[in-house]
């Protein structure tokens, strides 16, 4: 029985409702005046039913599909303007007792490096990755109560906070850890963690088993329902994402848009970001199985739809995907992506050679940071490295406040320009900061609000003359 409100996973993820959405979805793939009724609710931007978004991701009307990207494009820049907050995964350990089959950290795997960093290992990929200009960070480990327990991830997030190299800082640190207990995401909360993040790979239960056939992970209801127990234990924001590739995309895509739903209605607040990677080949899986299951229009659409379905959401691309392929979905409602990523582990500080690998999976996208802030700069997006809302304790509901009453501009716009002047000063080179800066003197004029405007010109300037860290 589907029940939005239930603390059960099966019930707030009912698969006898998904595959009744399905069926509805396919039978109106070319109703058009159904597609024109739903399109006109979206309009609102206050969200669509997981009903509703299906419908139009499966909508076969070529004219209403063009009107469902300008309409995603719409959202997007209401919402959030052209920021793209930048951020970079850290790889502490890869040492998993899960038997995950799409994984290579998968505890059969016999060919990968095991590696886990220790604390002066972090402080060393820490300091690359403040070289390179990174603020926020994401941090990744496999499962393993004996090597990877949660102590260890609390001290590295302790250790990673300490370090203050020349004029970098890691502002904000994000976790993407496996499912544990209310007293254990208290834990993180306590240690200052700003998102926690959690894919759920697929939230059919029945592929979900098979992909998952041993370790704790392979418990369906504790994985989904960990969200709850994360903000249970005072986690304000939460980051969904399934790995598209995986199961039928149309199933996930709907099942995702059912599991903001159920955070909205019995939490109170949505998820702060929804990411949306797809499988990529990686060392010990087999690439005939598992390689990019969907195709780049049909990822293209998923972005837009769930734009449209979750106006408010945070929504992150990863360097899974090519250049080319993460240029397509910016505007369809992205705002989060990385830079210079490294998905191994010990992998910014010293290169990866190819014999010791350790890596998670194949990057498509291989430029620098600096690379990647100065062509997000040519396309007329603002490279953020903001960390400002939570730092000010502008979280959960707060935060959502302040972006469904679109007050965000006043806030996180002169907060983005000021960090990308931070960058510009300290990493970028001669044709970069030429870019940023002319980027900057153009941004400064949108701000609405003229004090916030002076304000942050006059915060930009000190910031030329070599004070850092300010904020809105």
Known sequence: MYNVMSPKAEEFISDEEIRSCLEYAQKNSKNEPLIREILQKAKKMKGISHKEA????DCEIEELNQEI???AEQIKQEFYGNRIVMFAPLYLSNYCINGCEYCPYHA???HISRKKLTQEEVRREVTALQDMGHKRLALEAGEDPVNNPLEYILECIHTIYSIKHKNGAIRRVNVNIAATTVEDYRKLKEAGIGTYILFQETYDKQQYQKLHPTGPKSNYEYHTEAMDRAMDGGIDDVGLGVLFGLNNYRYDFTGIIMHAEHLEAYKGVGPHTISVPRVRRADDIDPDVFDNGISDE???KIVACIRIAVPYTGMIVSTRESAKT???????????????????VGGYYEEEKEEDNSAQFDVSDRRTLEEVVHWLIDLGYVPSFCTACYREGRTGDRFMQLLKSRQIVNCCHPNALMTLKEFLEDYASPE??????KLIAEELKKIPNEKVRLKAKEYIENIHNGERDFRF
């Not at 970069?432 to 800066?437: D, N, Q, S, V």
Request: charged share 20%.
């Open 54 to 57: 299906i419908v139009l991701l």
């Open 108 to 110: 059969k795997n016999k």
């Open 432 to 437: 970069t900061k030429a870019a940023g800066e």
């Open 326 to 344: 993460r240029e397509k979905v910016l505007h369809l409602g992205i705002s989060q992506i990385s830079g210079g990523s490294r998905t191994s």
């Open 298 to 300: 049909i990822f293209q």
């Open 69 to 71: 990207y300008h309409l």
